[in-house]
């Protein structure tokens, strides 16, 4: 659960997916799981980071 940004609604995510970060400049690639949030109050839709795992070369 995450909070709306514009009114503090708690939601819950519509769409979650994961996705290959850019290298980091000591070199370290990250998996990011993002995922979509839409409020139910007032319709703002927004995205969050919710997990980065080191991807092993």
Same mark, same amino acid.
């Given at each position: #659960? *995450? !909070?709306? %940004? $514009?009114? +503090?609604?708690?939601? /819950?995510?519509? /769409?979650?997916? $994961? #996705? *290959? +970060?850019? %290298?980091?400049?000591? +070199? !370290? $690639? =990250?998996? &990011?799981?993002? *995922? =979509? @949030? $839409?409020?139910?109050?007032?319709? /703002?839709? @927004?995205?969050? *980071? =919710? /997990?980065? !795992? &080191?991807?092993? %070369?």
């Amino acid at each position: #659960m *995450a !909070e709306c %940004p $514009k009114c +503090g609604t708690s939601t /819950k995510p519509v /769409k979650t997916w $994961k #996705m *290959a +970060g850019r %290298p980091s400049k000591t +070199g !370290e $690639k =990250l998996q &990011l799981t993002i *995922a =979509l @949030y $839409k409020c139910s109050n007032c319709q /703002k839709t @927004y995205r969050k *980071a =919710l /997990k980065k !795992e &080191l991807i092993s %070369p």
